[in-house]
């Protein structure tokens, strides 16, 4: 009798999947929870399935580790605070702001030019004259520029609006401000940017970003909206590896210079590409499986969606490396996302107020047509054919709600009907196929 196995590895999170693919073991190890198999006779049934639920209870505490073992890491940039007796001539001070451009007439031209950055639209009126005086800074790369706030409590807000809405920002490390004081009293306050290289080095790097950011925004050119944000996508993660290693990888130098980065790059590096190709696209703050997290939303026809490219990667899965375990080089469950479904596992900062994402038209699986309602074999059928014509050797497919993902993942898995459809011959007469299920996001990739 010819045997049919099928190896499975399970995250049921959309995080952390400490190895995609498992290969089958042997029958007196633990791991022979991860394996199903069935004979191939009309009257031999497979022993009943294992809930999906139960499985993810089972590796929940093995999740949890390996997160804790590669956690990425964000952080709001390093701030620096010096105190002292006021010394230096206000005149003078005033004069440095209107020679790099922070006078009347200056401030109101600079706030004209930020009209349609998202993050400098929630601020109210004082506070987006602090946001041009300290962008205007840091574009300068300025030390010393006298603030038109004495509340230095504003600062961290503004200072990330700041950021949030300028990836380009590459050089910075942070901010320092200077409280000068009087019995007691704040009378002024100066604010310098940290910054990480000369302007000459600045130069260099924005040089080579510019060269390779031209390059695809001409590969991109008769791209419509959808195609040229899951252009994007596939080229961060496809060009990108998830690692610490960058001294950069809390900016877009760590995607574009050095390949390698962690969740604030990434999502930095894809607002900066598609903002460039007239895609509005912001950085949200928060967390992500319990651990400080960056992600996008991006908008796409008049709707928002949530995209996190970082998720996306499955060298995040394997915690870095160029040995992405044989899985999929891409996954597509967080491509086009809404606020409901990305809530399940990341929390947003609560800073700033968010769009609300709630289409699902340009989500990847809606766009690809593996958008599925139920166990439909006729419309399954036709995705793995499509997929087998173009030579694909992974397919993802998502289900509109958790009773549909039970249902399909019940068939396809639990009677493998996936056999009839995908399957890779190996010797010994087995036909063998790994997959991943995401209970949140309610898809599930497979792949020879």
């Known amino acids: 009798m010819t045997a049919l196995a099928l190896a499975c590895s399970l995250c049921l999170w959309g995080c952390g999947v400490s190895d995609f693919f498992r290969t089958s073991p042997a029958p007196d190890t633990e791991e022979i929870i991860g394996e199903i198999a069935q004979k191939e006779t009309e009257d031999e049934k497979a022993p009943e399935q294992e809930s999906t639920s139960a499985k993810a209870g089972k590796r929940l505490q093995e999740v949890q580790m390996q997160e804790a073992e590669h956690q990425d890491y964000f952080y709001a940039e390093e701030k620096q605070i010096e105190e002292k007796e006021s010394s230096f001539s206000k005149s003078d001070m005033d ?55 004495t509340d230095v409590s504003l600062l961290p807000v503004v200072y990330q609006a700041v950021i949030n809405d300028h990836p380009e920002f590459f050089y910075l490390n942070g901010y320092i401000y200077t409280r000068f004081m ?32 031209d390059e695809k925004m001409t590969q991109f050119a008769e791209y419509g909206c959808y195609e040229t944000v899951k252009a994007v996508y596939e080229y961060l993660i496809l060009s990108t590896e998830y690692s610490m290693d960058s001294l950069d990888n809390q900016n877009i130098c760590s995607v574009f210079l050095d390949k390698k980065s962690v969740c604030n790059g990434y999502a930095k590096a894809a607002q900066y590409l598609l903002n460039n190709c007239g895609i509005p696209c912001i ?12 992600w996008n939303i991006v908008e796409m026809y008049g709707e928002y969606y949530h995209m996190d490219v970082t998720w996306g990667d499955p060298s995040y899965y394997a915690g870095g490396g160029d040995e992405k375990g044989g899985v999929p080089d891409i996954d597509y469950s967080y ?12 929390s947003m900062d609560q800073t700033f107020s968010l769009p609300l994402c709630d289409a699902i038209q340009d989500n990847y699986f809606v766009r690809e047509g593996r958008y599925l309602y139920g ?28 009773q549909a993902y039970q249902e399909i993942f019940d068939n396809l898995i639990g009677e493998q009907t996936i056999f009839d459809y995908f399957g890779v011959y190996q010797e010994g007469g087995e036909y063998k ?9 309610c898809t599930i990739s497979f792949w020879e």
């Open 95 to 149: 004069e440095k702001r209107e020679q790099i451009g922070l006078s009347e007439a200056g401030i109101v031209g600079l706030q004209e030019s930020q009209h349609g950055n998202y993050y400098f639209g929630q601020l109210d009126s004082a506070e987006k004259v602090l946001y041009v005086e300290i962008y205007q800074t840091l574009a300068l790369m300025e030390e010393e520029i006298l603030l038109s706030t």
């Open 182 to 213: 009087q019995q007691g009293e704040i009378k002024y306050i100066i604010f310098s940017g940290r910054y990480l290289y000369d302007a000459a080095e600045v130069e260099r790097r924005q040089a080579v970003i510019d060269r390779i950011v």
């Open 283 to 294: 950085i949200v703050n928060g967390t992500a499986a319990g651990s400080p997290h960056a």
């Open 335 to 346: 491509l086009g996302v809404t606020t409901a479904e990305i809530s399940k596992n990341h």
């Open 375 to 402: 166990y439909d074999e006729g419309q399954i059928e036709e995705i793995f054919e499509e997929a087998k014509g173009r030579g694909e050797s992974a397919v993802c497919i998502k289900a509109s709600d958790r």
């Open 433 to 441: 196929i790994a997959y991943s299920g995401n209970e949140d996001l």
